[in-house]
T-cell receptor, first 114, second 113 residues
Framework: AQSVTQLGSHVSVSEGALVLLRCNYSSSVPPYLFWYVQYPNQGLQLLLKYTTGATLVKGINGFEAEFKKSETSFHLTKPSAHMSDAAEYFC????????????FGSGTQLTVLP | EPEVTQTPSHQVTQMGQEVILRCVPISNHLYFYWYRQILGQKVEFLVSFYNNEISEKSEIFDDQFSVERPDGSNFTLKIRSTKLEDSAMYFCAGAPGANNEQFFGPGTRLTVL
């Protein structure tokens, strides 16, 4: 079975500061890992994904994440926060079933302070 | 750029009524999914659909739920007799393959009174 834990349901950073959103997972198979962003009243948009290969993954809007197997982590970072980054962020791991359905974490609401 | 669409954006219904939520996935996608998000909670998997049949389903997806791809373009989720606890945002998603990223629609907010 798969599970995802996101530490910190709410994170606040100042504009221009480092963004760090934490995600730990458990998986019975080699994981595919994802970060999605959800803006108010909108659907889920893929930020980045890790499947195989390079463990440092770059995504859209300047975000990146590093897959660390030894720590079972996939933390999301951005060097400099922008006001437009304020949103809810979900980490997800794909399942071992044939359709590889996603298991989501509980989400982290990011607030960017001026 | 192609996108997943869902209708309606908001559905209000009385408890015990049937509802059908509709999705139009991206045309070259082969795997289809429904997820739901109860207000303030995490996104939960309901069901996946491939080759015109259910491939996986969660405990939430009981006999009250069904899915269909009636015409090769639409993908529907039917709830036969809605309960108050079915109130949630329902997201449709699709992917070209099981190992590909899933593309989500904007969701349908279902309110059961």
């Amino acid at each position: 079975a798969q599970s995802v834990t996101q530490l910190g349901s709410h994170v606040s950073v100042s504009e221009g500061a480092l963004v760090l959103l934490r995600c730990n997972y458990s998986s019975s198979v080699p994981p595919y890992l994802f970060w999605y962003v959800q803006y108010p009243n909108q659907g889920l948009q893929l930020l980045l994904k890790y499947t195989t290969g390079a463990t440092l993954v770059k995504g859209i809007n300047g975000f990146e994440a590093e897959f660390k197997k030894s720590e079972t982590s996939f933390h999301l970072t951005k060097p400099s926060a922008h006001m437009s980054d304020a949103a809810e962020y979900f980490c997800a791991v794909s399942g071992s079933g044939s359709a590889r359905q996603l298991t989501f974490g509980s989400g982290t609401q990011l607030t960017v302070l001026p | 750029e192609p996108e997943v669409t869902q209708t309606p954006s908001h559905q209000v219904t009385q408890m015990g009524q049937e509802v059908i939520l509709r999705c139009v996935p991206i045309s070259n996608h082969l795997y289809f999914y429904w997820y739901r998000q109860i207000l303030g909670q995490k996104v939960e998997f309901l069901v996946s659909f491939y080759n015109n049949e259910i491939s996986e389903k969660s405990e939430i997806f009981d006999d009250q739920f069904s899915v269909e791809r009636p015409d090769g373009s639409n993908f529907t989720l039917k709830i036969r007799s809605t309960k108050l606890e079915d109130s949630a945002m329902y997201f449709c998603a699709g992917a070209p393959g099981a190992n590909n990223e899933q593309f989500f629609g904007p969701g349908t907010r279902l309110t059961v009174l």
